[in-house]
Nanobody, 121 residues
């Protein structure tokens, strides 16, 4: 059973910064992708930033110049540094990973429980 545990987040003023962390634990043979989604009240869930194996990170257009995704493969951890935050960034942020548990490489998807980010004056 793969588990994703998020931390960070909270309440910040517009223009402020936050860093989210997500630690993956459990039986992980290989990681194909790892990243962040968000869902604002009344809106669809959307991809924020994601690493895929062998590719540069992919970003939502509205955050590309403000957010930075990074990872520590040794610690099975992914981070999301969020700068110049705007009220429209307010959402629940979810960590996501696609992994395999065995050398057979069947792909499994895991989600964190979500963490609130609120940007408000």
């Amino acid at each position: 059973q793969v588990r994703l545990v998020e931390s960070g987040g909270g309440l910040v003023q517009p223009g402020g910064s936050l860093r989210l962390s997500c630690v993956a634990s459990g039986k992980i043979f290989s990681t194909f992708s790892m990243g962040w989604y968000r869902q604002a009240a009344g809106k669809q869930r959307e991809l924020v930033a994601k690493f895929r194996s062998g590719e540069p990170p992919n970003y939502l257009g509205s955050v590309k110049d403000r957010f930075t995704i990074s990872r520590d493969n040794f610690k099975n951890t992914v981070y999301l540094q969020m700068n110049s935050l705007k009220p429209e960034d307010t959402a629940i942020y979810y960590c996501n990973a696609e992994i395999s548990e065995t050398p057979r490489l069947e792909v499994l998807e895991a989600w964190g429980q979500g963490i609130q980010v609120t940007v408000s004056s």
